[in-house]
């Protein structure tokens, strides 16, 4: 069971350990770290969640589960639970944006400045790009880790709250420099093992929500 756990910590604290070297070289809540984090961090989040998928199906296999056993089939029927989802996921970024902005920041202004000023300084091409290769990644890789392995299997081995584990996990995965993004990562993490394990939404479903929302989001800032 140790191993498990290390398993699903591992991706978790190192990028939480790529994250920290941006505040250590640069400062919390300067514009060279959040330049680094947008350029570097949320590139190697990406590279990182690709890598994920093949990880994941092995230890499903290793689990003696096929991947159909974890992430289950679309039911059209529960497409609604999907879009409520959606609409917390949004909700839950909209929250760790005004949180960043108004505590961190002071003013709105100052973050919503910031962030262009980072957007704008990517290629228009790159910059479409991500937003449309980034949420797939993310949604896919994330979701068959943290709730697939990291609440699903880690169940099965008869680990007591996997869902709260693995929603630690899934914050730390988010670095330690923007504290409200790790806060909202847990928040979502322990929303979305909820659907899956109380609710039994299946997780090819939660992917679908993760990813719409990634999405939405991702294209409101081109």
Request: aromatic share 18%; charged share 15%; hydrophobic share 55%.
């Given at each position: 069971m140790k191993?498990?756990?290390?398993?699903?910590?591992?991706?978790?604290?190192?990028?939480a350990l790529i994250d920290a070297y941006g505040v250590f070289v640069y400062g919390f809540n300067s514009l060279e770290y959040y330049?680094?984090?947008?350029?570097?961090?949320?590139?190697?989040?990406?590279?990182?969640?690709?890598?994920l998928i093949p990880v994941s199906i092995k230890l499903y296999e290793k689990a003696s589960l096929l991947s159909e056993d974890i992430l289950g089939s679309f039911d059209r029927s529960r497409f609604f639970e999907v879009l409520i989802l959606v609409f917390i996921t949004i909700s839950v970024f909209a929250l760790q944006e005004y949180?960043?902005?108004?505590?961190?920041?002071?003013?709105?202004?100052?973050?919503?400045?910031?962030?262009?000023?980072?957007?704008?300084?990517?290629p228009l091409v790159l910059r479409y790009i991500y937003a449309l290769v980034?949420?797939?990644i993310i949604s896919i890789g994330e979701e068959m880790f943290f709730r697939g392995y990291g609440v699903k299997v880690l169940a099965l081995g008869s680990t007591r709250s996997s869902h709260l584990i693995a929603s630690i996990a899934y914050g730390l995965w988010y670095g330690v420099g923007m504290p409200f993004y790790s806060l909202g990562a847990f928040i979502i993490g322990l929303i979305y093992a909820f659907f899956y394990v109380k609710r039994e939404l299946s997780l090819k479903s939660i992917i679908l929500a993760h990813y719409l929302a990634l999405l939405i989001g991702c294209l409101s800032v081109l």
């Amino acid at each position: 069971m140790k191993t498990m756990l290390l398993v699903l910590f591992l991706p978790a604290v190192a990028m939480a350990l790529i994250d920290a070297y941006g505040v250590f070289v640069y400062g919390f809540n300067s514009l060279e770290y959040y330049t680094y984090r947008y350029n570097i961090v949320v590139w190697a989040m990406m590279i990182a969640s690709l890598i994920l998928i093949p990880v994941s199906i092995k230890l499903y296999e290793k689990a003696s589960l096929l991947s159909e056993d974890i992430l289950g089939s679309f039911d059209r029927s529960r497409f609604f639970e999907v879009l409520i989802l959606v609409f917390i996921t949004i909700s839950v970024f909209a929250l760790q944006e005004y949180l960043t902005s108004t505590l961190l920041f002071k003013r709105v202004e100052d973050y919503g400045r910031l962030l262009r000023y980072i957007y704008n300084g990517f290629p228009l091409v790159l910059r479409y790009i991500y937003a449309l290769v980034y949420p797939v990644i993310i949604s896919i890789g994330e979701e068959m880790f943290f709730r697939g392995y990291g609440v699903k299997v880690l169940a099965l081995g008869s680990t007591r709250s996997s869902h709260l584990i693995a929603s630690i996990a899934y914050g730390l995965w988010y670095g330690v420099g923007m504290p409200f993004y790790s806060l909202g990562a847990f928040i979502i993490g322990l929303i979305y093992a909820f659907f899956y394990v109380k609710r039994e939404l299946s997780l090819k479903s939660i992917i679908l929500a993760h990813y719409l929302a990634l999405l939405i989001g991702c294209l409101s800032v081109l």
